[in-house]
């Protein structure tokens, strides 16, 4: 089975590059109004299509925000988790390994296989703590 590749366009490496600039999970409307900004002329529908494609590849980290909307991060590879400041929308990756352990045992005790997770934790972060 062969992976198809994406293809290269000049809106998808300004996306990536944007991605690789920011820490924080953003929405697509913040993302096409930064590239707006910078002088990118990309259209919002493109910028959507864009970032599904790359959440697809496992490319973006996802997760939705308290309205459910969807914001977008580029993160390292690999499992793990996240820590999101509700104020500013810092984020820390983390790795918990508690929550591997029991999500592993909790499948196996009901004789699930080839289990998948999402968690993420939302909070204040220091900054934004101490500042209140």
């Known amino acids: 089975m062969t992976t198809k590749t994406p293809r290269t366009t000049k809106q998808r490496t300004a996306v990536l590059e944007l991605l ?3 820490n924080e ?3 697509a409307q913040t993302l096409h109004q930064l590239l707006a900004e910078r002088g990118d002329t990309i259209g919002l529908a493109t910028v959507y299509r864009t970032l599904s494609r790359m959440a697809a590849a496992e490319e ?5 925000n308290s309205d459910g909307e969807t914001l977008y ?4 590879d690999g499992h793990h988790h996240h820590l999101v400041c509700v104020n500013c929308g810092k984020a820390e990756e983390i ?10 045992e909790t499948a196996a005790e009901h004789g699930f296989t ?3 997770h999402t968690v ?3 909070g204040r972060c220091r900054d934004c703590s ?3």
Do not use: G, P, Y
């Open 20 to 22: 690789n600039e920011v």
């Open 25 to 27: 999970f953003r929405t």
């Open 60 to 64: 973006v980290d996802t997760l939705l």
């Open 73 to 76: 991060r580029r993160c390292s």
């Open 95 to 104: 790795s918990a390994r508690a929550v591997e352990i029991w999500a592993q």
């Open 114 to 116: 080839d289990i998948h």
């Open 120 to 122: 993420e934790l939302a």
């Open 130 to 132: 101490a500042s209140r």
